[in-house]
Nanobody
Framework: QVQLVEAGGGLVQAGGSLRLSCAAS????????MGWFRQAPGKEREFVAA????????YYGDFVQGRFTISRDNAKNTLSLQMNDLKPEDTAVYYC?????????????????WGQGNQVTVSS
């Protein structure tokens, strides 16, 4: 089992910045990828970003457009998402996720463990 505990989130003005973090514990050696998904009311779950855990290869959703940066610390089993130039459409619950597989990176069903989620609200 892998446990994921998220921190961060909150209310920011449009154009502001926010940093999310996720700490993994348990059987972390089984992880192939870690990433972030988000879900807004009435919308489907959306891929935000992910990294291959060992190599650090990053992947980003199409909407990011250079505004977000994902990073990981393998020694500390932590994952971060730095979000800059936030927009009202970024408002959502953000979830940390971990995968033990090597399937398509942007599909949530390919992830095995999930954090509790954190609300990010961007006001206009």
């Amino acid at each position: 089992q892998v446990q994921l505990v998220e921190a961060g989130g909150g209310l920011v003005q449009a154009g502001g910045s926010l940093r999310l973090s996720c700490a993994a514990s348990g059987r972390t050696l089984s992880m192939s990828r870690m990433g972030w998904f988000r879900q807004a009311p009435g919308k489907e779950r959306e891929f935000v970003a992910a990294v291959n855990w060992s190599a650090g290869t990053p992947y980003y959703g199409d909407f990011v457009q250079g505004r977000f940066t994902i990073s990981r610390d393998n020694a500390k089993n932590t994952l971060s998402l730095q979000m800059n130039d936030l927009k009202p459409e970024d408002t959502a619950v953000y979830y940390c996720a971990a995968s033990t597989k090597w399937e398509i990176v942007s599909i949530g069903l390919n992830y095995d463990y999930w954090g509790q989620g954190n609300q990010v609200t961007v006001s206009s």
